[in-house]
């Protein structure tokens, strides 16, 4: 991270048109700590990076995000309400959304999680991706093999590694909507 915060400050400084020392009186700093954390020898605090943020006149999140070194590509899908592509399983009913775009970063789906008329757990699922769970309608039970299950109703959400084996079970009766986003 260090490095391209410092490339970050670097050209956020020479925007301003401020040399090394003009910017570290500009910021209240010293020319040295401010050299340092250009070239990345020395990690800011969040304190200090809050101070340069407000020399600068930018948010902080202008200081730690990592620059898009590609253009915008202006790749865009619509998917309309139930037109996307369906897959069933015995425990889900998922529609593909996005699904017009290939090599994308996130999978997301809208899925339906049926109602069980049994205990027994769904197998669990492992991938090599992040996941997102947002509960649409509904209530979901998330069963994982390092927490305890967790009860999710309409607007929780949850954000999992999905190399740990999980599960979601609708809770009661009726069946569960949730959208889900699996990313890379």
């Known amino acids: 991270m260090e490095i391209h915060v410092g490339n970050n400050i670097r050209d956020l400084r020479k925007k301003h048109g401020w040399s090394l020392t003009d910017a570290a009186q500009q910021l209240g700093i010293g020319r040295s700590t401010l050299a ?35 253009p915008a590509s202006g790749r865009l899908t619509v998917t309309y309400s139930g037109q996307g592509e ?16 290939a090599n994308k970063r996130m999978v ?9 008329k049994h205990d027994k757990l769904p197998p669990w699922y492992r991938h090599d991706a992040e996941e997102f769970i947002f509960v649409l309608e509904g209530e979901v039970v998330l069963h994982s093999e390092h927490y305890a299950p967790t009860d999710l109703r309409p607007g929780d959400s949850v954000y999992l590694d999905g190399r740990m084996g999980h599960c979601f079970v609708a809770k009661g009766d009726a069946d569960a909507i949730v959208l889900f986003v699996l990313a890379q």
């Open 108 to 116: 997301p789906f809208r899925s339906r999680i049926k109602a069980r």
């Open 86 to 101: 369906h897959h069933s399983t015995p425990e889900h009913h998922h529609e593909l959304l996005g699904a017009g775009l």
């Open 36 to 70: 340092k954390i250009e070239a990345a020898s020395m990690s800011p605090t969040v304190g200090m990076l809050q101070k340069i943020a407000l020399g600068l006149g930018v948010d902080i999140t202008a200081l730690i995000s990592q620059p898009n070194s590609a």
